[in-house]
């Protein structure tokens, strides 16, 4: 037995019958929908993908029709942007939210951010203090905690002038032109 997808009518060997049997080929017309979005523009699918796969799920057909449904087109939307990944198709019919935009990932960002911040500037301020002894040997006690101390852009700053440096009197006219800010009680407060 076949549909023709075009009269709703069944046929079996050339013989017309009532219109189809719901229960026997729910999908059927479901699918047919697809054709319409045998469009070139991917943009225009793009933006109608999300309201067929709604019509999808809200139409009347048995959970495991409607599944079937939904993974074909799905599986035909991965096809037709054939760049994209699962998770991207996905996000593009609203069944997955980005990562970057769930709260739970923005508060892990926002809990964490200061310590980030905090470990990175550590990695820099190692890297100046190799380079410097490299540059110019031992770092006295006070040099190495004036460095410390610097904050990230003033670390960026050391960074291109110890290039000019040649003797530790230069790193001491460096820091005296260059004092860290004090840190204030606010400044240290979680």
């Given at each position: 037995m076949t549909i023709n997808m075009h009269t709703d009518k069944q046929?079996?060997?050339?013989?017309?019958?009532a219109a189809p049997d719901p229960t026997r080929a729910p999908a059927a017309g479901h699918l047919?929908?697809?054709?319409a979005y045998l469009v070139e523009d991917r943009e225009r699918?793009?933006?109608?993908?999300?309201?067929?796969?709604?019509?999808?799920?809200?139409?009347?057909?048995?959970?495991?029709?409607?599944?079937?449904?939904?993974?074909?087109?799905?599986?035909w939307l991965l096809a037709r942007f054939q760049d994209q990944t699962l998770e991207e198709?996905?996000?593009?019919?609203?069944?997955?939210?980005?990562?970057?935009?769930?709260?739970?990932?923005?508060?892990?960002?926002?809990?964490?951010?200061?310590?980030?911040?905090?470990?990175?500037?550590?990695?820099?301020?190692q890297l100046v203090l190799r380079l410097l002894r490299r540059r110019l040997g031992k770092?006295?006690?006070?040099?190495?905690?004036s460095v410390q101390s610097l904050p990230v852009d003033q670390l960026e700053d050391l960074t291109?002038?110890?290039?000019d440096f040649s003797a530790a009197a230069d790193l001491e006219t460096w820091l005296a032109a260059h004092p860290a800010p004090q840190q204030t009680a606010c400044d240290t407060a979680p």
């Open positions: 046929t079996h060997r050339g013989a017309r019958t047919s929908a697809l054709s699918l793009r933006e109608q993908a999300p309201l067929a796969y709604g019509q999808i799920q809200q139409a009347p057909l048995p959970e495991s029709a409607r599944r079937q449904c939904l993974d074909v087109f799905q599986s198709i996905l996000i593009m019919l609203g069944e997955m939210t980005p990562l970057e935009q769930t709260r739970a990932y923005r508060e892990i960002v926002a809990k964490n951010k200061p310590i980030w911040l905090e470990e990175g500037r550590q990695r820099e301020v770092l006295t006690k006070a040099q190495q905690a291109e002038a110890l290039l």
